[in-house]
């Protein structure tokens, strides 16, 4: 028995020796390779014709041009993680095809989130898009996709803004999509100025641009007044929720602790503010405390039989 256990520990010690080796090598070289734009596979073979635009520079500072780093440098890391972390190519394999994916591993995967990733010539669509805009950042905004093995939930933007997949609450839509057409391009694309002008925040960098807003809550004093009222009142729920979740003796496993959990990570992934529907994060999080007295009460109860 406590053989077993040790080669257990020892393979679990060879395998994380091995990652803690590998990570500082690729991050730093993919680090190198990023100064170096003429020889950088990290943007494709785009860069070849489209490395003097505005796109190419703003995507440059953008999350998604450093997204492999990250997924190499998680803890579960695995190939099908490349499947939202990084575009396709070479590039002669087709962008969401299906025998990509046996190609790339995370060793040997070479490009973030790059321009493949929604552009393709050939494609269409105005310009050349992969997918049309209302499924293009839904695709990997998205929470557990079920391809990168269960229960991961780490963004879940495209489930906040439609407003489902969460426990106990009805389908509760932002108002914001009936408004915009455009969908997360509407408010994270938008340029505050010419297409020519690389910018801070909107365009290529996908940073939502608080300006965007002005088109239509113009008549508010203040809309950002009004957003950081229901930040925090998210915040202070999500607090609530967390304290509830450590004080529960329930099981982690028992479907209750699995319902309320299930609410909180969705509005963490949201970014972790409820930004893209604070009405429904609200609800999700209330559900979760209205869970309390099974939650608590157990603890209380399991206090008691100790007590005897
Ligand atoms: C191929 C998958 C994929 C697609 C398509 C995609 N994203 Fe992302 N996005 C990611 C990943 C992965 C990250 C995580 C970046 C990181 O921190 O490494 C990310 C990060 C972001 C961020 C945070 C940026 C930051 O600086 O940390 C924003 C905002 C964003 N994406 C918006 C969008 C929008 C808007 C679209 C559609 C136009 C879109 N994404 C399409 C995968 C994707
Ligand atoms: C369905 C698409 C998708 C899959 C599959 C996916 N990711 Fe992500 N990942 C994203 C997006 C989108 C973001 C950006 C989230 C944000 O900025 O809010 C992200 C962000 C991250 C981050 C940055 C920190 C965080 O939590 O926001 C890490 C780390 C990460 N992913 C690890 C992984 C690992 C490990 C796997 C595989 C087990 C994986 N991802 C699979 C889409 C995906
Ligand atoms: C995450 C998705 C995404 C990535 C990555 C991306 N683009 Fe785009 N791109 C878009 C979307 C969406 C539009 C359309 C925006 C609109 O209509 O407002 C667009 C528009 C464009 C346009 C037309 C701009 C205009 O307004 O005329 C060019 C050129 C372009 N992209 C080039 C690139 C290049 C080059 C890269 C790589 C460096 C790149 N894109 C990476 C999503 C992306
Ligand atoms: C050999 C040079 C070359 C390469 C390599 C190249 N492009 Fe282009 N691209 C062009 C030219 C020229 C145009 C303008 C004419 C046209 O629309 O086809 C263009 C147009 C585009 C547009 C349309 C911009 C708009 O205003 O709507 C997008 C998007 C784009 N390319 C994306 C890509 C992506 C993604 C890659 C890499 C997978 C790539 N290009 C590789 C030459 C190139
Ligand atoms: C009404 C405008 C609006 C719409 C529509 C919208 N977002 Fe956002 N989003 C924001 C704002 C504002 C923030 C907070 C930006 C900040 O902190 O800089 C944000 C934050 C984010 C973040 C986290 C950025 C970070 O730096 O960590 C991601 C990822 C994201 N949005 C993706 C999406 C996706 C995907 C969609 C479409 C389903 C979408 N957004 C629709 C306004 C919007
Ligand atoms: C295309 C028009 C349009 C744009 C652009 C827009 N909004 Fe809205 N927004 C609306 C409408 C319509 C409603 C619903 C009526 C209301 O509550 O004012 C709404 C509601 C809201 C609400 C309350 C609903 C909720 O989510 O709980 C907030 C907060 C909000 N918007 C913030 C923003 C911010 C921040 C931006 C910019 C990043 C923005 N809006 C951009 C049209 C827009």
């Known amino acids: 028995m406590v053989k077993i256990t040790l080669s257990i520990l020892t393979i679990v010690l060879f395998i994380t020796t091995i990652l803690m080796f590998n990570i500082p090598v690729v991050s730093s070289d993919s680090g190198e390779q990023s100064q170096n734009a003429d020889e950088n596979p990290l943007t494709e073979k785009c860069y070849k014709c489209h490395d003097k635009e505005t796109e190419y520079k703003e995507w ?24 939202c972390h990084s575009s396709s190519i070479p590039s002669d394999v087709p962008l969401w ?13 070479q490009n973030n989130v790059g321009c493949s990733s929604c552009h393709r010539h050939g494609s269409k669509r105005k310009h050349y898009l992969t997918r049309s805009v209302k499924k293009l950042c839904v695709t990997c ?13 780490h963004q879940s933007q495209a489930e906040m803004f439609a407003g489902k997949g969460g426990n106990g609450v009805k389908r509760m839509p932002s108002p914001h999509i009936k408004e ?30 608080m300006e965007s807003c002005q ?40 479907q209750v602790y699995k319902d309320a959990k299930l609410n909180y990570d969705m509005v963490k992934g949201d970014s972790g503010y409820g930004f893209h529907n604070f009405a429904y994060a609200k609800a999700l999080l209330k559900y979760s405390l209205s869970l309390r007295e099974e939650l608590l009460g157990n603890k209380s109860q399991k206090a008691d039989s100790s007590a005897k």
């Open 141 to 153: 905004h998205q929470m557990d996709c079920g391809c990168a093995g269960g229960g991961i939930i």
């Open 60 to 83: 440059k500072v953008s999350g998604h041009a450093k997204t492999l780093a990250t997924l190499r440098k998680a803890e579960l890391a695995q190939d099908s993680c490349l499947r």
């Open 215 to 254: 088109r239509c809550h113009l008549g508010e004093d203040d809309i950002s007044i009004r957003v950081s009222a229901l930040v925090s009142e998210v915040n202070s729920l999500l607090q609530q929720v967390e304290r509830m979740l450590e004080d529960t003796s329930a099981q982690k496993d028992s």
């Open 180 to 209: 915009m057409p455009m969908r997360c391009v509407a408010c994270h694309m938008e340029k505050e100025t010419s297409v020519e002008k690389v910018v801070a925040r909107g365009g290529h960098t996908f940073v939502a641009s």
């Open 97 to 109: 095809g299906k025998d990509w994916r046996s190609r790339a591993t995370l060793k040997t995967a």
